[in-house]
């Protein structure tokens, strides 16, 4: 059913790479005729289809079918943008028409600009097969029987499962090829797919929701949907008779796949934008140590299907495999070429976001899976969902509605709800005493549980 294809014949798409290429050269000519100083342009076209059905019963089916074209036109040092779905010749020349007539009237920006000509992948770079692209050849009626297969597993699980809000199957597949006027191009082909499950157990006011789900590049890759139906139920059975809780301040134990969030918190606060905007916590943070000395964070683009790969960022920079952090101290930031001319540095190849990411300590050991990690938790409260979005990375203060599991002497006591969890991600980030082996890749974040020594939990 999957097969991996060469970008070079992109398979079920109206364009080939070669119409690609050609409309990035031709937009290309069309701004430097117009008189751009320099200029960038993108292509791309994405297909997919995406079912859900809900008790058996399909819901929803939705087919997309999309292209765009986007010019970047830079007179000077003002920059103007344009994007259209039509690459008719007329309209590619109304769209480079418009970008150089918002360039003209923008104020000039000392830090605009493309990169530089040595930050930009060489054609051999730009090249290199990661193998992202795997089509999948699904019809809504294979998808819908998928979906159902998973939800049919939830609900067949125990007699408590009493409903669904559904099940979905989703194959999505996209190409682009990018261009501009000091000599890159580049591009390639990707798939994403996933399938998910929300049970709910219970009935009135005892019911309770979670969910499950698979996703990944190639379709052969993703879990067996009874088995993503099973552990959907299960966890919302566990979360069944759930209570409140005194306010209390005990250690924390995030399960993995919410843990990738306080690494997003990390990339967020070290990001160009909010660095040169005085939008983050952790200004001039580089060389300094801002986590707990046991933590690493490595990153590596070029990992095979993974989410996060790629052998050059949204502007032609070249990635490459770097320590992000080392002994809990900043070894580098995450910057385009924007934002590291506005912070007076060089680009770190993360225009358009981090590429595979890897939070481990070497306090880890092969044994700390889940239950080890709850006896090192001994007592306190495992999270296993967030709400809300109480994260404010000018000052770090962190607060977030949660659900989970009070522990006692190590091990699930009973299922709690409604209760807030508070900190400061400075205090959080230092207070990282363990992670564990249980790692669990949430798109391109790769992490295990992590426990914080002390946050406040505010309940009943």
């Not at 791309?44 to 999309?66: H, P, Q, T």
């Not at 052969?220 to 139920?233: E, K, M």
């Not at 299907?305 to 070894?331: H, M, W, Y």
Request: proline share 4%; with cysteine.
């Amino acid at each position: 059913m999957a097969s991996s294809h060469d970008s070079s014949s992109p398979v079920g798409f109206g364009f080939s790479t070669a119409q690609f290429q050609q409309l990035v050269d031709d937009t290309l000519t069309l701004a430097r005729q117009r008189g751009a100083s320099d200029a960038a342009v993108a292509v791309s076209e994405g297909i997919g289809l995406s079912v859900s059905v809900r008790k058996g019963e399909v819901e929803n089916v939705e087919r997309n079918r999309d292209k765009s074209i986007g010019v970047t036109v830079f007179v000077g040092q003002r920059r103007g943008n344009a994007s259209t779905s039509d690459f008719s010749r007329a309209s590619l020349q109304q769209t480079v028409q418009a970008a150089y007539d918002i360039a003209r009237y923008t104020a000039e920006d000392p830090a605009a600009g493309l990169p530089d000509e040595q930050d930009l992948v060489t054609p051999e770079q730009a090249s290199r097969q990661l193998d992202l692209h795997h089509p999948w050849d699904l019809e809504a009626a294979a998808a819908a029987e998928l979906a159902r297969q998973a939800e049919d597993a939830a609900l067949r699980t125990d007699r408590r499962i009493t409903n669904s809000e559904g099940a979905g199957v989703s194959a999505q597949q996209g190409h682009f090829f990018a261009g501009n006027s000091r000599g890159f191009r580049g591009g390639y082909a990707s798939s994403r797919h996933s399938l998910s499950v929300a049970p709910i157990a219970g009935k009135g006011k005892n019911m309770q929701r979670d969910y499950w789900y698979t996703s990944e590049r190639d379709p052969a890759d993703l879990a067996d949907p009874a088995a993503v139906g099973r552990y959907a139920a299960e966890r919302s059975l566990a979360r069944l008779n759930s209570r409140k809780i005194p306010t209390c301040e005990v250690p924390v134990l995030f399960e993995s796949p919410l843990a990738a969030g306080l690494l997003g918190a990390y990339v967020q606060a070290t990001s160009g934008g909010s660095l040169y905007r005085k939008a983050s916590f952790l200004l001039d943070s580089l060389g300094r140590r801002v986590m707990a000395p046991h933590l690493q964070i490595q990153e590596d683009p070029f990992i095979p299907k993974g989410k996060g790969s790629a052998p050059f960022d949204d502007e032609g920079v070249r990635t490459q495999a770097r320590s992000i952090l080392k002994n809990g101290e900043v070894q580098s930031y995450f910057l385009s070429s924007y934002s590291a001319r506005k912070l007076g540095l060089r680009t770190t190849g993360h225009a358009g976001g981090s590429h595979n990411l890897r939070l481990s300590s070497t306090r880890t050991r092969a044994g700390d899976d889940l239950p080890a990690m709850l006896r090192k938790l001994h007592r306190g409260l495992f999270v296993v969902e967030l709400i809300g979005q109480g994260v404010n990375y000018v000052t770090g203060d962190y607060s977030r509605g949660a659900a989970g599991f009070w522990v006692e002497n190590g091990e699930i006591a009973y299922p709690v709800h409604e209760v807030t969890i508070a900190g400061a991600l400075q205090d959080m980030f230092k207070g990282i005493v363990a992670v564990g082996a249980d790692e669990y890749t949430t798109g391109s974040k790769t992490v295990g549980s992590i426990l914080v020594d002390r946050m406040k939990v505010a309940g009943a």
